[in-house]
């Protein structure tokens, strides 16, 4: 039998977690009993942002290495238990023309934006499919979707990863565990952003299906 998600233990790895919406998002889930870990490439500034939010723990974690995205998974189950919410807010934008954008920026981006997200999906949903159930939220963007002069890879690696969550979520249905995209638009200020109702729609995202669209000023 399903357990339903709010019957469940709630432990949520943040990746990208240390600022910007990535550290808005973990600080109302902290606020609301959740376990979270904060999870960025600088250790240092995870504790910080740990230590400022009140969330249990700080990793660091490359996502665009595999490696590192399993150690990372066991090292949150090992100190917190099973983790049964996923959110990728990590991400990188290199804002340039094409003609102008190095090889290296490419991949950089698509690494980051993409490919780390479909690597942190596939490590939690085995643990997910064994609890039960569980929640991801990918954050992406609106230029994704109307794409933007100057950011063609970032907007494709958005838009990729809105083609990714959709099939995922069609995946693991069955299995209890939900996928959702929030797409923001342009955010102006972090102050702001902690403060109002836009950290709450992306909570939303756990706890009902839909794909998000937020639209800019």
Request: hydrophobic share 45%; with cysteine.
């Amino acid at each position: 039998m399903c357990l339903r998600l709010e019957e469940m233990t709630k432990v949520c790895a943040v990746f990208g977690g240390s600022k910007g919406i990535g550290k808005a998002v973990a600080k109302l889930l902290a606020q609301r009993d959740y376990k979270v870990a904060i999870i960025s490439r600088n250790l240092d500034v995870a504790k910080a942002t740990a230590n400022e939010i009140g969330a249990h723990l700080a990793l660091s974690c490359d996502v665009t290495k595999e490696q590192e995205v399993q150690s990372t998974f066991k090292d949150v189950v090992k100190r917190m238990g099973h983790v049964n919410y996923l959110v990728n807010a990590a991400g990188i934008n290199k804002n340039a023309l094409l003609l102008r954008t190095t090889s290296e920026d490419i991949l950089s981006q698509l690494s980051v934006n993409l490919i780390g997200p479909i690597q942190t999906c596939k490590v939690a949903i085995k643990g997910m499919i064994q609890q039960q159930g569980g929640a991801i939220v990918n954050i992406g963007s609106i230029v994704g979707n109307k794409g933007n002069s100057g950011q063609s890879i970032y907007s494709a690696s958005k838009e990729g990863l809105v083609g990714f969550s959709k099939s995922l979520a069609k995946e693991v249905a069955k299995k209890n565990i939900r996928v959702n995209v929030v797409a923001p638009g342009e955010i102006f200020f972090v102050k702001y952003l902690c403060s109002v109702w836009r950290v709450r729609l992306l909570f939303s995202a756990f706890c009902c299906g839909f794909y998000l669209v937020i639209k800019p000023f």
